[in-house]
């Protein structure tokens, strides 16, 4: 299948976020005095709203979830934000995909000006027609997030459209966008069976060489 339109999840598919991440998943358990959490735990946190994740591991209540992302995305954003690694061999296939002429954005539940600074930090804004992030108050979805790629992008022919992400919440929100998805495995989730089995339908890469293969050859 040949893409016109593209669709990048940014941690764990464009950029190795998880050094920031974990020291600042770090910090706000020990300003809030929670027990520690095991590394694979702490690796789930990367991709769904900041906010769930502290919900779902220590069941806290409305007020506490919200102190907790408020202590996160502070010191996120002070001190740990650009504490990132592009993934060896991203730049060369997004060369290669201008140079097809695919249209590109990055849709990522991370907040929108924290992901914005990043890009553009690692230069990757200069590949990318449109990129999108979460709202402070985590009211849009991953398909929100999306689907206002797809406006931007001016879409017209959805087949011809595609998510690539690292987790199956980018899975499930390409599903609700009407769109394809392609999972890799070189980020942050597809670490098990039971979540490859749930994208079995969907085409996954190990690693970035495979991801830009496939697309030069369709």
Do not use: W
């Amino acid at each position: 299948m040949s893409y016109k339109y593209v669709i990048f999840d940014l941690d764990g598919t464009l950029l190795d976020t998880s050094v920031g991440i974990f020291k600042s998943i770090d910090y706000t358990i020990c300003e809030l005095g929670l027990s520690n959490l095991p590394q694979n735990i702490k690796e789930s946190f990367i991709g769904p709203p900041i906010y769930d994740s502290f919900r779902k591991y220590y069941q806290l209540d409305t007020e506490k979830c919200r102190q907790a992302t408020e202590i996160f995305r502070n010191i996120y954003k002070d001190k740990f934000l650009l504490e990132a690694i592009p993934y060896e061999g991203i730049f060369e296939m997004l060369t290669e995909l201008k140079q097809q002429n695919s249209k590109m954005a990055v849709a990522t539940n991370k907040r929108h000006d924290y992901a914005t600074k990043l890009l553009k930090f690692f230069e990757f804004d200069k590949y990318f027609d449109f990129m999108f992030g979460s709202d402070p108050d985590n009211r849009l979805k991953k398909s929100d997030i999306i689907c206002e790629c797809l406006h931007k992008l001016m879409v017209d022919k959805f087949n011809e459209s595609v998510m690539i992400g690292d987790t199956l919440h980018d899975y499930y929100g390409a599903c609700e966008a009407g769109i394809d998805f392609i999972g890799v495995k070189y980020g942050f989730g597809f670490k098990n069976d039971e979540d490859l089995e749930k994208v079995k339908t969907c085409r996954v890469c190990k690693d970035i060489k495979e991801l830009s293969s496939y697309f030069l050859n369709n």
